[in-house]
């Protein structure tokens, strides 16, 4: 098959990526912050005092930290692990809505559509009454769950080829480094401003705010465009000779796209296209480039593209799920990866570190928070500077191994019986850690490149709200049963003492992260037998 050049100038190649990149590149993972804040944003407000109980920081009866949610709601286990997945269910019907729009109106009008609900969640969030909040953390994750599926896309399909491993993966970092920064403000917050958790809640009215205030420099998908745009392709050029001789040109580079002709790449130097979609998609690539990149080339690229996807003839047809399941292998992907990122065990870290970290015994649970949080940050610009060097199945393998090491380890610790409980809490740590640092440079961020670059653009963002709507409801499970699953396997029972519950806690702890290390180690045979390298 003959290899097509993609918009890159062979004579002076630079994949350095501009200015004007990153600065869409971060105005639209600011929404992937917004969704990192939001879905962790309770965590950090779920401190108790010396006893561990929420209702005697109600009734001031033990002394808990000023702005912790507990002095103003009589919050039972149940309610908190109601609240928490309130954001959950809404993130799993959110990404399940969110492709049809961003399908038929644009990846640009979801996103900035999709602002307001995080302004109205976070203002009902913060209100201090027990329904609104239930009310604002749903809204939230109805916002929550359309950033899951739209930034992934569109940043995918902005990226100059060479640079979409890294610019892709900006997604996840800023959702690990919104994790960092709710653990960190809220530990002020929260330790020294009486109410602190509700400033906390309220904190994401600023960001959306300042999204919609700096809209103008957020860009339209041009593959989109291309997509979307009408009519014959010759008719949004000028009138000139130079149009047969386009079409031509074209034409021939559908024939080595799709691997009929051995010829070389033909030649687009040809005009650029006058007026509606076609012309803003060449315009939002120049924008996009720096300025000795080629991008008439790359432009007549997607668009032979476009037509090799559609020759079908249903171009004009919403994309169905009989069209979307013929690409069962990349199914078979996606859907596994985003289970296995889920059903590895993160989320209890990010919904719970903070009562998990005081159960396994570590006296000081929000600065382990934000410790790992930190770490989170960190190990994923790792994955982001690597994945497309090192590769994306490569950080996938390397990075489980890390994972099934710590959960190994966690769980061994955590069930034994011969080792002190500040012992089994400082080590209860440095294992959540090395596993977080495992899991941000593999599951964490990979999959988001790899979910992008196997399905065609047509079926794409329907497949992607399917994988992560397996995502949220492995995530809904995880953040309805967590606390639960903790007591049952340990066995804790009405009526026990405090250290027989705490130790009863602990070990359940430990059986809880022992489960999560037999799935990862079900998660390394799936990636070593049916996940490809895609970084070409």
Same mark, same amino acid.
């Given at each position: 098959?003959?290899?097509v050049t993609?918009?890159?100038d062979?004579?002076r190649?630079?994949?350095?990526?501009?200015?004007?990149?990153?600065?869409?590149?971060?105005?639209?993972?600011?929404?992937?912050f917004?969704q990192?804040?939001?879905?962790s944003?309770l965590?950090?407000?779920?401190?108790?005092?010396s006893?561990?109980?929420?209702?005697?920081c109600?009734h001031?009866?033990?002394?808990?930290?000023k702005?912790?949610?507990y002095?103003?709601?009589n919050?039972?286990?149940?309610?908190?692990?109601?609240?928490?997945?309130?954001? %959950?269910?809404?993130?799993? %019907?959110?990404?399940?809505?969110?492709?049809?729009?961003?399908?038929?109106?644009?990846?640009?009008?979801?996103?900035l559509?999709?602002?307001?609900?995080f302004?109205?969640?976070?203002?009902?969030a913060?209100?201090?009454?027990l329904v609104? #909040?239930f009310?604002?953390?749903?809204?939230?994750?109805l916002?929550?769950?359309i950033?899951?599926v739209?930034p992934?896309?569109?940043?995918?399909?902005?990226?100059?080829?060479?640079?979409?491993?890294?610019?892709?993966?900006?997604?996840?970092?800023?959702?690990?480094?919104?994790?960092?920064?709710?653990?960190m403000?809220?530990?002020?917050?929260? /330790?020294y401003?009486?109410?602190?958790?509700?400033?906390?809640?309220?904190?994401p009215?600023?960001?959306?705010?300042?999204i919609?205030?700096?809209?103008?420099?957020?860009?339209?998908?041009?593959?989109?465009?291309?997509?979307?745009?009408?009519?014959?392709?010759?008719?949004?050029?000028?009138?000139?000779?130079?149009?047969?001789?386009?079409?031509?040109s074209?034409?021939n580079l559908?024939?080595a796209?799709?691997?009929?002709?051995?010829?070389?790449?033909?030649?687009?130097?040809s005009?650029?296209?006058?007026?509606?979609y076609?012309?803003?998609?060449?315009?939002?690539?120049r924008?996009?480039?720096?300025?000795?990149?080629?991008v008439d080339?790359?432009?007549?690229?997607?668009v032979?593209?476009?037509?090799?996807?559609?020759?079908?003839?249903?171009?004009?047809?919403?994309?169905?799920?009989?069209?979307?399941?013929?690409?069962?292998?990349a199914m078979?992907?996606?859907?596994?990866?985003?289970f296995f990122?889920?059903f /590895?065990?993160?989320?209890?870290?990010?919904?719970?570190?903070?009562?998990?970290?005081?159960?396994a015994?570590?006296s000081?649970?929000?600065?382990?928070?934000?410790?790992?949080?930190?770490?989170n940050?960190?190990?994923t610009?790792?994955?982001?500077?690597?994945i497309?060097?090192?590769?994306?199945?490569?950080?996938?393998?390397?990075?489980?191994?890390?994972m099934? %090491?710590?959960?190994?380890?966690?769980?061994?610790?955590? #069930?034994?019986?011969?080792i002190?409980?500040? /012992?089994?809490?400082?080590?209860?740590?440095?294992?959540?850690?090395?596993?977080?640092?495992?899991?941000?440079?593999?599951?964490?961020?990979?999959?988001?490149t790899?979910?992008?670059e196997i399905?065609?653009?047509?079926?794409?963002?329907?497949?992607?709200?399917?994988?992560?709507?397996?995502?949220?409801?492995?995530?809904?499970?995880?953040?309805?049963?967590?606390l639960?699953?903790?007591?049952?396997?340990?066995?804790?029972?009405?009526?026990m003492?405090?250290?027989?519950?705490?130790?009863?806690?602990?070990?359940?702890?430990?059986?809880?992260?022992?489960?999560?290390?037999?799935?990862?180690?079900?998660?390394?045979v799936?990636?070593?037998?049916?996940?490809?390298?895609?970084?070409?």
């Amino acid at each position: 098959m003959v290899e097509v050049t993609k918009g890159q100038d062979t004579a002076r190649p630079d994949n350095s990526i501009p200015l004007s990149t990153w600065a869409a590149v971060l105005l639209i993972s600011a929404q992937s912050f917004l969704q990192g804040y939001c879905f962790s944003s309770l965590n950090p407000c779920l401190v108790t005092g010396s006893n561990n109980s929420g209702s005697d920081c109600f009734h001031g009866l033990d002394n808990c930290a000023k702005g912790s949610i507990y002095n103003d709601l009589n919050l039972s286990t149940l309610e908190v692990q109601v609240a928490t997945s309130l954001t %959950v269910a809404g993130g799993w %019907v959110g990404c399940m809505m969110g492709s049809y729009p961003a399908e038929k109106f644009g990846r640009k009008i979801t996103l900035l559509a999709n602002v307001f609900f995080f302004i109205v969640g976070s203002a009902m969030a913060a209100s201090g009454n027990l329904v609104a #909040l239930f009310i604002g953390r749903f809204i939230l994750g109805l916002g929550v769950g359309i950033v899951s599926v739209v930034p992934p896309v569109l940043l995918n399909e902005i990226a100059p080829e060479a640079s979409r491993g890294v610019i892709t993966t900006f997604h996840q970092l800023m959702i690990t480094a919104a994790i960092f920064v709710v653990n960190m403000i809220g530990y002020g917050f929260v /330790t020294y401003v009486p109410h602190g958790w509700q400033y906390l809640q309220g904190l994401p009215i600023v960001l959306a705010l300042l999204i919609l205030a700096l809209h103008s420099h957020i860009p339209e998908s041009p593959k989109w465009l291309i997509a979307h745009a009408t009519g014959p392709y010759t008719a949004s050029f000028s009138a000139t000779e130079n149009s047969v001789n386009e079409d031509a040109s074209l034409a021939n580079l559908e024939i080595a796209l799709e691997g009929q002709d051995r010829q070389d790449p033909p030649d687009l130097n040809s005009s650029v296209p006058s007026g509606g979609y076609f012309k803003r998609a060449h315009e939002t690539l120049r924008r996009l480039r720096n300025a000795n990149w080629d991008v008439d080339a790359e432009f007549h690229t997607l668009v032979a593209e476009n037509r090799v996807q559609n020759r079908s003839g249903i171009e004009d047809q919403p994309v169905s799920w009989s069209e979307v399941f013929a690409c069962r292998e990349a199914m078979i992907i996606g859907c596994g990866l985003l289970f296995f990122q889920a059903f /590895t065990g993160i989320n209890t870290v990010v919904f719970y570190s903070t009562t998990i970290f005081s159960l396994a015994g570590f006296s000081q649970a929000i600065i382990g928070s934000a410790c790992w949080s930190f770490l989170n940050v960190i190990m994923t610009g790792v994955a982001a500077h690597l994945i497309d060097t090192v590769g994306r199945r490569v950080l996938l393998l390397r990075g489980t191994y890390v994972m099934i %090491v710590a959960l190994v380890v966690l769980a061994v610790v955590l #069930l034994s019986d011969h080792i002190s409980e500040k /012992t089994q809490g400082d080590i209860a740590v440095a294992a959540v850690l090395v596993y977080v640092a495992g899991f941000a440079v593999s599951l964490g961020a990979v999959p988001w490149t790899i979910i992008s670059e196997i399905m065609p653009t047509r079926p794409r963002m329907k497949a992607v709200s399917l994988f992560l709507s397996i995502n949220w409801g492995a995530n809904l499970l995880i953040g309805l049963l967590t606390l639960t699953a903790i007591d049952n396997l340990g066995g804790v029972k009405n009526g026990m003492d405090d250290d027989a519950q705490a130790q009863a806690e602990t070990k359940g702890v430990g059986y809880l992260y022992m489960i999560f290390g037999i799935l990862t180690a079900i998660c390394i045979v799936f990636v070593h037998f049916l996940v490809p390298e895609t970084k070409h």
